[in-house]
C-alpha cells in the first residue's frame, strides 16, 4: 500500500539543453526522442517541450558562439534525471544541459498534460535567426565596434602614449624659476 501511494508522487523538473547551432532539423528530431524516450524508460511524464530556437550563448561554448536551445518540464522519480542527463552527455550535437528542481513531492494524478504542449516540433533554422540575434545586438549597442574602427582608436592611444614619452625627459630637464630650491613658486606681491 505505502508504494502505490509514493508512485503517485514525484519532483517537477525541468531541463533545458543546448543543441550545436549547425544542426539540422532531422538530428535534432533525433535528440529530443531520444531525451523522450530516456524519460519515458525511467516512468517520468513529460508535461511540456518547447524549441527556443537559436539564440546567441553568454559565452564560447565548445568553440561555438551561438545554440539552438531545448527546454522539457517532467514529473519524475528516482534516477530520471541522471538518466536523462547520461543519455544527453552521450550525444555530440548536445555542448551543455541543466536540469532544475522546481518542486519536490507533486502528486502526478494531478497534473494534466495538454497533447500541444508535449508535440515533438521539428526545428527548422534559417539565417533569419542569426540576423535576428545581430540586429538585438546592435539595437542594445553590444554590436563590435568594426576593425576600422578599432584600428584607429589603437594608433591614436600608440601616438599619445609616444609623445608623452618624449614630453616626460624634456620636462624633467627644464629649469626651475625658484629661489629657495624647495621648489614652491615665487610669492606674489601685493
Known sequence: MATEARSTR???????????PDIDGEASEKVISRAISSLESTGAKLTKIESWGKRRLAYPIAKQRKGVYVYMRYLGAGG???????????????????????????DVTSVTVDPEEVKVRRIELSAED???DESYEAQLG????????RDRDRDRDRDRDR???????????????????AGAPPAAEA
Open 163 to 181: 609623445d608623452r614619452e618624449q614630453a616626460a625627459p624634456a620636462a624633467a630637464e627644464a629649469p626651475k624659476d625658484s629661489d629657495d630650491g
Open 130 to 132: 542569426d540576423e535576428r
Open 80 to 106: 530520471t534525471v541522471a538518466e536523462l542527463e547520461r543519455n544527453l552527455r552521450m550525444l555530440d550535437t548536445v555542448i551543455r544541459h541543466m536540469t532544475v528542481v522546481l518542486a519536490k513531492d507533486v
Open 142 to 149: 553590444l554590436a563590435d565596434e568594426p576593425r576600422r574602427d
Open 10 to 20: 514525484a519532483s517537477d523538473y525541468e531541463t533545458v539543453f543546448i543543441l550545436r
